[in-house]
Nanobody, 124 residues
Framework: VQLQASGGGLVQAGGSLRLSCAAS????????VGWFRQAPGKEREFVAA????????YYDDSVKGRFTISRDKAKNTVNLQMNSLKPDDTAVYYC??????????????????WGQGTLVTVSS
């Protein structure tokens, strides 16, 4: 499965962006899909995931209530709607696909396929 992330850009604090992860060579219905981010000098961290086992959404506490992950079956994409953006959200955002167990959906090690990343910059 090849993943392509898009939708990043520069936005002012309080604004919104919508990231999209497109898959080729496979369908997202067979995978859990996660979004992770990595800021300069920091480790990659979990943002959100949609689990294949139950189709539920999981969020890091830092984005809960502001970000929404969703699947578009027709387009074979997984989207991340990001609202009320803060400067701390600035990072390269990566989408990933895999088959982690539910308790591991927030761990990068649970995903075997990664997109190339898209940069999100939130100015204050």
């Amino acid at each position: 499965v090849q993943l392509q992330a898009s939708g990043g850009g520069l936005v002012q604090a309080g604004g919104s962006l919508r990231l999209s992860c497109a898959a080729s060579g496979g369908t997202f219905s067979s995978y859990s899909v996660g979004w992770f981010r990595q800021a300069p000098g920091k480790e990659r961290e979990f943002v959100a995931a949609t689990a294949m086992q139950n189709m539920r959404a999981y969020y890091d506490d830092s984005v809960k209530g502001r970000f929404t992950i969703s699947r578009d079956k027709a387009k074979n994409t997984v989207n991340l709607q990001m609202n009320s953006l803060k400067p701390d959200d600035t990072a390269v955002y990566y989408c990933a696909a895999g088959r982690p167990i539910i308790s591991s959906v927030s761990r990068p090690s649970g995903y075997g396929y990664w997109g190339q990343g898209t940069l999100v910059t939130v100015s204050s």
